[in-house]
């Protein structure tokens, strides 16, 4: 199985993930929320037919929801989140992997389905990207590292999208896009979920 998926995570700690939804609800409610959403991300990658990575923040967490027998854990590596996944894309690439997809932990609206799409995609193109409603990307994936696609860019912004299409056009590579979905940052985006509902059917 030459596929890989990379999943760009948090280490789950209070006061320390998704602090513009923090913002509106709290450290203790937005941790819940992260935690949730870090058990839908295991469900939805663990079903797709690839090779499993996940990078976390500052380091590895042993025996949490992402199986220790079924991900490969590392620790994200670089000054910026462009490095940090140009590194991760980097150490996969030299274990032998072919096609390598990154996502985050950000997106309610990502399916098993759409991953699959994306790896399919990778076969025709040099670049498959998921573009974000907030001009930014929820998925990147290449078949070999092309560094510029990660250097130079305003990350965060909503120039981003059309930044790096920018790159890939200006290095003659192919792009394939998938279908525009939300990343869930702030309280407008989480308000458009189910999630707060689920956590008081069944609290973490």
């Known amino acids: 199985m030459e596929n890989a998926l990379i999943i760009f995570v948090r280490n789950s700690e209070k006061g320390k993930v998704k602090k513009r939804l923090a913002k509106s609800i709290g450290d203790e409610k937005t941790l819940e929320v992260y935690k949730y959403l870090l058990e839908y991300t295991k469900d939805i990658t663990i079903q797709c037919k690839c090779n499993l990575f996940v990078f976390y923040s500052h380091y590895i967490h042993i025996n949490d929801v992402f199986d220790d027998n079924v991900f490969s854990k590392h620790v994200q590596e670089g000054d910026d989140i462009g490095e940090r996944m140009m590194n991760a894309f980097k150490k996969v690439f030299d274990l ?19 991953l699959n799409e994306a790896f399919e995609k990778l076969r025709q193109s040099d670049i498959v990207i998921g573009p974000a409603n907030d001009g930014g990307y929820y998925l990147v994936g290449m078949s070999k590292v092309y560094r510029d696609v990660f250097t130079n860019k305003d990350w965060g912004k909503t120039t981003l999208l059309n930044d790096t299409l920018e790159t890939i056009n200006t290095l003659g590579l192919t792009c394939s896009q998938l279908s525009q979905l939300n990343n869930l940052e702030d309280i407008d985006d989480l308000l458009q979920t189910d999630i707060l509902t689920k956590l008081e059917e069944e609290p973490l």
């Open 96 to 114: 032998g992997l072919k096609n390598i997809c990154i996502i985050g932990s950000d997106c309610y609206q990502l399916e098993t389905e759409i």
